[in-house]
C-alpha cells in the first residue's frame, strides 16, 4: 500500500504540481508524436488524423467539463475553419459542433443539479429565446412542409445553436470571462483578415485555386471585375466581408473607449486590416455597414468630439465615392451605393414582390428547409424549392410564416433593446464602451439581415449569441449599477406597501 501511495504521489507532483514540465512529460511527447506518425504511415492520413482527434478529444472535454468557456472557445474555433475543412473533402464538422453544444448544455445541466442557479439566464431575452425555439420545433407540425429531414437540417442552423446563449449565459461568471471571449473572438478575426490580405498581394494557394475553379458557378461569384475576390479561410467573399465589417466597427468603438493606449492602438490596427481586408472581398452589403455603424454608434453616444470624428469620417467617404476610377476594387465599393444600377438588386426586389401574396397569406408558412439547398434537396418538386430567399427575414417569412417572422423581429428587438438599456444604465466605463460595441454589433447584423442570411452562417451565429449572453451579463459586474436598481427596488416597495396601508385603513 505504501509503494502505490509514493507511486501516485510522484505522478501528482509530476503531473499535477510540476505540469508534466519534466523529462516524464518530454518522453511522453515524444512517445505520443512517434506513436501518431506510425499510426498515420500504417493506416492512412485520415484514419490516422482521426486517431489523434481521438487522443486529444478525451482530456479536451474534460476540460471543456470543467471549464465551458473553453468550450465556447473551441465552438469558436469550429465556426471559423468549418468552412475551410469542406475545402478538404466531406468532413462531419457541423455534427461535431453540434454534439459540442449539446455537450457542454448538458455539462451545464448537471452542474445545476449539484447547485441550481439560474439567475444566469433571468433576462426577458432568454424568455424571447425560448419562445423562438418553441415555435421552431412547433414547425414540424406544419401541414405545408413536405419534409421532415428538411426541418431537422434547418432547425439545426436556427435553433439549436441559439442553445450556446444559455451557455454562455453561465459561462460568463466575471468580467474577466466576458473579455477574454471577446479578445479570442478578435484575436480569430484579425486572423481571417491577414489571410485574407495574404490571398490579395501573394495570391491563391494552388489548393485554393483548384477548389475556386471546380465548380463554374463558385469561379463566377468569386472572379469578378477581372480579378479573384478575397474570401479567406471561409466560402464566399460575402461571409467573409460581413464578418469584416461589424467586427472592425466594434473594434473602432472599443478603440475610442476606456481602454489603455496601447490597447486602443492594437484594437484600430485591427479595424484598419479587417476594413482593408473587406474591401478586397468585393461584396456591396459589408461596406454598406461600415457608414451604417457610425452612424448608430454616433446616435447612441451623441458627443460632439464623435460626431466632428464621423463628419470628416463621412466627408472623405463621400469624396471617395464620388472620384472616378478604373481601380476594380474602387469600382466594386462605389457600386454598393448605387443599387439602382445592381442588377442582382433589382432581381432581389422582383423576387420579394413576387413572394408577399403567399407570405401574407400563409401565418405559418411553407415549412422550414423548404427553400435554399435544403428545399432543392429535400423538396425538390416544391415551386419554392427554386426561390432565392437573398435575406434572412424573407427566408423566416417564407418557411415559418408572417407568425414566425414577428417572433423572430421581435427577439431581435429586445436583445437591441436590453442592449441600449444597459449601455445608459451602467456606471462603469470599461462596461459601458463594452456595451456600446456589442449594440453596434447587434445592429449591423439586424441590418445585413435585410440583404442576406447572416445570423444563421458560422462563424456569425456563435459570435451573435455570445454578444447576446454578454449584453445580459455585463450589467452584473457594475457594482453601481447594481446598488442604483437595489435603491430602486427598496423605493417601490416601500411606495406599495404604503399605498396598501391606505388602502386598508380607508376600509
Request: contains cysteine; hydrophobic residues 55%.
Amino acid at each position: 500500500m505504501s509503494q502505490m501511495a509514493s507511486i501516485s504521489e510522484w505522478v501528482r507532483t509530476k503531473v499535477v504540481v510540476e505540469k508534466l514540465n519534466n523529462p516524464l512529460g518530454f518522453f511522453l511527447i515524444i512517445g505520443c508524436t512517434a506513436f501518431i506518425g506510425l499510426a498515420i504511415g500504417v493506416l492512412g492520413l485520415k484514419l490516422g488524423v482521426l486517431l489523434f482527434a481521438g487522443i486529444v478529444s478525451i482530456p479536451l472535454m474534460i476540460w471543456m467539463f470543467v471549464n465551458e468557456q473553453v468550450g465556447l472557445a473551441v465552438c469558436l474555433v469550429i465556426g471559423f475553419l468549418i468552412q475551410l475543412s469542406y475545402k478538404f473533402g466531406d468532413y462531419p464538422v457541423g455534427t461535431l459542433l453540434d454534439g459540442l453544444t449539446m455537450f457542454l448544455v448538458v455539462a451545464v445541466l448537471m452542474k445545476q443539479i449539484q447547485k441550481p442557479d439560474w439567475s444566469f439566464a433571468k433576462s426577458p431575452i432568454s424568455v424571447y429565446i425560448l419562445a423562438w425555439m418553441a415555435y421552431s420545433f412547433i414547425q414540424v407540425l406544419n401541414p405545408m412542409a413536405q419534409s421532415i429531414l428538411a426541418w431537422v437540417y434547418t432547425v439545426r442552423s436556427m435553433t439549436l445553436l441559439i442553445l450556446l446563449y444559455f451557455v454562455c449565459c453561465y459561462a460568463f461568471n466575471s468580467l474577466d470571462r466576458i473579455k477574454w471571449i471577446l479578445k479570442f473572438t478578435i484575436a480569430l478575426t484579425l486572423g481571417a483578415a491577414l489571410y485574407g490580405l495574404k490571398q490579395e498581394w501573394l495570391g491563391l494557394a494552388d489548393w485554393e485555386r483548384a477548389w475556386l475553379y471546380a465548380d463554374p458557378l463558385r469561379a463566377e461569384l468569386i472572379v469578378q471585375w477581372g480579378r479573384e475576390r478575397v474570401f479567406s479561410i471561409f466560402s464566399d467573399p460575402t461571409t467573409f466581408g460581413i464578418l469584416m465589417a461589424y467586427m472592425a466597427v466594434f473594434c473602432i468603438v472599443l478603440g475610442l473607449g476606456a481602454f489603455k493606449t496601447w490597447q486602443r492602438g492594437v484594437l484600430i490596427a485591427s479595424a484598419c486590416a479587417m476594413i482593408l481586408s473587406m474591401a478586397y472581398g468585393g461584396s456591396r452589403t459589408p461596406v454598406v455597414l461600415i457608414p451604417a455603424g457610425f452612424v448608430f454608434y454616433v446616435i447612441l453616444t451623441l458627443q460632439t468630439r464623435v460626431m466632428l470624428i464621423t463628419a470628416v469620417f463621412f466627408m472623405f467617404g463621400t469624396a471617395a465615392m464620388m472620384k472616378g476610377t478604373s481601380n476594380p476594387v474602387m469600382l466594386r465599393i462605389q457600386s454598393a451605393f448605387n443599387p439602382s444600377e445592381d442588377a442582382s438588386f433589382e432581381v432581389r426586389e422582383k423576387s420579394q414582390e413576387m413572394i408577399k401574396p403567399f407570405i401574407q397569406s400563409h401565418p405559418f408558412g411553407a415549412g422550414m428547409g423548404t427553400t435554399g439547398i435544403w428545399g432543392r434537396r429535400f423538396s425538390p418538386n416544391h415551386w419554392l424549392a427554386d426561390f432565392p430567399p437573398d435575406s434572412g427575414y424573407v427566408r423566416v417569412a417564407v418557411e415559418m410564416g408572417w407568425i414566425g417572422l414577428i417572433l423572430y423581429m421581435a427577439l431581435l428587438f429586445k436583445i437591441q433593446q436590453q442592449g441600449v438599456y444597459y449601455y445608459v444604465r451602467v456606471k462603469n466605463p470599461e462596461i459601458k464602451t463594452l456595451y456600446l460595441g456589442l449594440n453596434v454589433i447587434v445592429f449591423l447584423l439586424i441590418v445585413a439581415s435585410f440583404p442576406q442570411e447572416i445570423i444563421i452562417l458560422l462563424p456569425t451565429s456563435i459570435i451573435f449569441y455570445i454578444t447576446a449572453a454578454a449584453i445580459v451579463r455585463l450589467k452584473d459586474f457594475d457594482p453601481a449599477f447594481n446598488e442604483e436598481i437595489a435603491t430602486e427596488l427598496e423605493v417601490q416597495t416601500a411606495q406599495t406597501i404604503s399605498e396598501e396601508t391606505e388602502l386598508s385603513t380607508a376600509d
